[in-house]
């Protein structure tokens, strides 16, 4: 115990490394108290659910006063990961401490808590050693192979009619199952460059019933993003011209959100890297955009996205201190109009999961009214998939939401991580190697479902696992 507790204190006071013996709270990390708790689950490269609880003698039911499932973009790196978590857990005992936060109802521990862990596996340890030697060597081999994260998108023309029949014969209702059971139809692979990646895609349809799809475009060579634009087909499968860069900043762009107000359009791509939230118009749609207005300064947001329910504009974004991953909190905003200012919820953080924080596209209302915000599932590396979640609760004192639909990347990709709907037209981004020596091919995605042996898109209920551990992450 002695060296979890010498190694911890680089970044870990002795006052929070004993939080179990503080006279109010207990530290849990994956249910069990003890630092060396935290270490084997790290060495296991679990990802860590940190909660701070009531400590209660003499009763078998503690409350949960704060928590987190924390992303950690280098499991392999031991230091790191544990540095992030005592970051984190120190954050969460301050939120415990926060009256107003502390009354949000987070559960309960129903059994007694275990005993403290007290040791570490020398055989656990060994094997992060090996493993870790293991994946540095590998991913320097694969770094001359591929390129890891190669992103691309792909669309799906929702024709209702037909798009019914199919869902029936797949055993699926159209109306409770929209937006997900449309992954069980065909998703149509868009024209890609092997030296750029297209991610990040918004739609827009314009009154001639024109779609103009919106997205991050990354040159590898500069590694800045810019947002591009290009219209599509008819049928939304072929780009009518080359795409363009419409909007450019000596610091990197991505996930242009859009929306309309007062008869103009606005865009909010996302500023991070410059520690703003940018608001343009459209000057000249949808080829010229002004900077507006800025919204918030002096901060690291990421994939800001806006709604309105008929009284108040809402804002949710990813606010990350320096050093963190930007993609397992959710903050909330409230405002009267889309251009502030801007009130923090008092719930702040509204979200404080790896599995469901960052934004994933549009918040929607589906054809049961339900309020829905796709997130991005990144426990296990940087967009690896997509949850659709249904807002339960959404007031400027109080919010709740749950886990509604899962949607997983096409079978031979390794991630998905924006869905929008636009008309009868979605767009998705995805994500996989892209082979330095091999030029890439135009692909149809094909579903799966019973009869079809080589499925491409799956999709699995909230309680399902999921495979694959990648660890890489783009911020941004």
Known sequence: ??????????????????????????????????VAALWNMLLRRETPHIQVVEKCPNKTVHRVLAESYVALPAKDFFCISLEQCMRRCKTLLLRARDPGIARRDRG?????IPDAVDHVSAGEVLRFGARHLFNRGRRKVTALLYREEHWTLATQRFEHDQSERMLMKLGLHLEESLPTALWELDWHHLPERDDHFYADPFLWKDESGQYHLFFEELSYEENRGVISHVMLDSLGKRFIDAPKVVLRQPYHLSYPFLFQ???AIFMIPETSANRTIEVYRASQFPITWVLHKILLDDVIAADTTLFQDGVTWWMWTSVAKHGEPNYDELSLYYADTPFGPWTPHPLNPVVSDCRSARMAGNVFRDRRNRL?????????SYGGAIRFCEITELTRTTYAERIWRNGEPPEGFDGVHTWNRTGDLAVIDVKRRLSRWMKPRKRLFTPSRKGHENSDLVLRPPWAGRNGNGDSARSG
Not at 15 to 29: C, K, N, P, Q, R
Not at 108 to 112: I, K, P, S, T
């Open 1 to 34: 115990m002695w060296i979890e507790r010498h190694t911890t204190r680089r970044t870990f006071d002795q006052s929070l490394m004993d939080a179990e013996l503080d006279s109010d709270f207990i530290v849990l990390f994956n249910g069990r108290p003890g």
């Open 108 to 112: 309960v521990v129903a059994e007694a």
């Open 261 to 263: 107000y007062g008869g």
């Open 372 to 380: 829905i915000r796709p997130a991005q599932d990144c426990e296990h």
